[in-house]
């Protein structure tokens, strides 16, 4: 008996080291993309060498694949690093890994996704603690709760038994990321895939009212990632990720932009308003940009930068009148709201 329960105590020990060995070494949905802000890492490196501040930007995939700090350096003359990780692990994650490699006199520039609070996933949990180790905990932005802790040491069985499976029998399948991709030097993730050109039909958006509203749990994510850039003597400034979508999210877009600006946040003046209608401009999925829109988005997001081209609360409240709506969020013929 004695033996038996020793031979499934090793077990139980082995499965969970291997299970572990597997979350943080091969696991290719996290591993991937930790390769790519490793050096996207080593390329900011590099970049400190000289004492000038620079920017950091942070957020998702749509910031891996949409913006090449090489061509911001080399035709704009502005050093930027990106520390953008994957959506999937929500903005507060995201967020917390971009912070640890700001320095004082830098400039975060952080990418909103819709909800825009600071939540966390599982893997945003590990991936927080890839790069943060156990300063994810610190400073408010993952509770320290015995739930997020356990997300640390969780087995992936499934995903290691889907992983296994699709490497066995169905290698096509596998994560589509290890192939048709190509990662530069500065950690800009091209991806090589034409997909959405196959999309031939945007449909527009019918909405009766914008009722949207930023939430409370947003102002206090941002208050939050506010004050811990204040705290590492840099400045924040906020953008909306364009994606392959209909013009009328614009105005969805600009409404939640009001809120935000109105709290007192600095917004890329991006006139697309989140919207790039052209399938031509995008990869694989509809917020990962084609090699070529890729430059285009990085040198206008880096003229904006140049220019501190940000919206205003008057300039969001005019694109608003001019496209038909109030700016509570009414239709302007409908009587309900006033512009203010």
Same mark, same amino acid.
């Given at each position: ?29 996290? !591993? ?73 006199? $830098? ?101 009766? &009212? ?9 102002? &206090? ?40 600006? &109105? ?53 969001? !409240? ?9 700016? $509570? ?12």
């Amino acid at each position: 008996m004695r033996r038996l329960l020793i031979i499934i105590i090793s077990a139980l020990v082995c499965g969970m080291a291997f299970s572990l060995y597997y979350k943080y070494k091969v696991e290719p949905g996290l !591993v991937y993309f930790w390769r790519c802000a490793d050096t996207a890492e080593e390329w900011g490196n590099a970049l400190r060498q000289e004492p000038e501040a620079c920017y950091v930007f942070g957020g998702g995939s749509e910031i891996r694949a949409g913006v090449d700090p090489e061509v911001m350096l080399k035709e704009q003359g502005i050093r930027c690093i990106s520390m953008a990780v994957a959506a999937g692990n929500g903005n507060g994650a995201n967020a917390r890994i971009a912070l640890e490699y700001l320095r004082s006199g $830098d400039t975060m520039v952080f990418s909103l996704m819709p909800g825009y609070a600071g939540t966390w996933t599982s893997e945003g949990i590990v991936s927080a603690f890839h790069f943060c180790g156990f300063g994810i905990f610190d400073e408010g932005f993952a509770p320290l709760t015995a739930d997020n802790l356990l997300q640390l040491v969780r087995p992936s069985m499934a995903v290691m038994c889907t992983h296994a499976g699709k490497k066995l029998f169905r290698p096509e399948l596998n994560f589509k990321y290890e192939k048709n991709t190509v990662i530069h030097p500065s950690g800009w993730m091209e991806v090589l895939w034409d997909e959405m050109q196959q999309v031939k039909e945007l449909h527009p958006f019918q909405y009766e &009212r914008l009722n949207s509203r930023v939430s409370e749990d947003s102002l &206090r994510f941002f208050a939050l990632l506010k004050d811990e850039c204040r705290r590492r003597g840099a400045e924040l400034v906020l953008m909306f990720p364009v994606a392959l979508s209909h013009e009328s999210m614009r105005c969805i877009v600009a409404r939640d932009l009001l809120d935000i600006v &109105r709290a007192g946040y600095h917004v890329l003046k991006d006139e697309r308003l989140g919207a790039w209608p052209y399938p031509e401009k995008f990869a694989d999925t509809s917020l990962h940009l084609s090699p070529a829109a890729a430059r285009e988005n990085t040198l206008l997001l880096g003229q904006m930068l140049k220019d501190q081209q940000y919206w205003t609360v008057e300039e969001l !409240v005019e694109y608003l009148r001019r496209n038909g709506w109030n700016a $509570d969020g009414t239709p302007v013929d409908s009587g309900e709201g006033k512009e203010k």
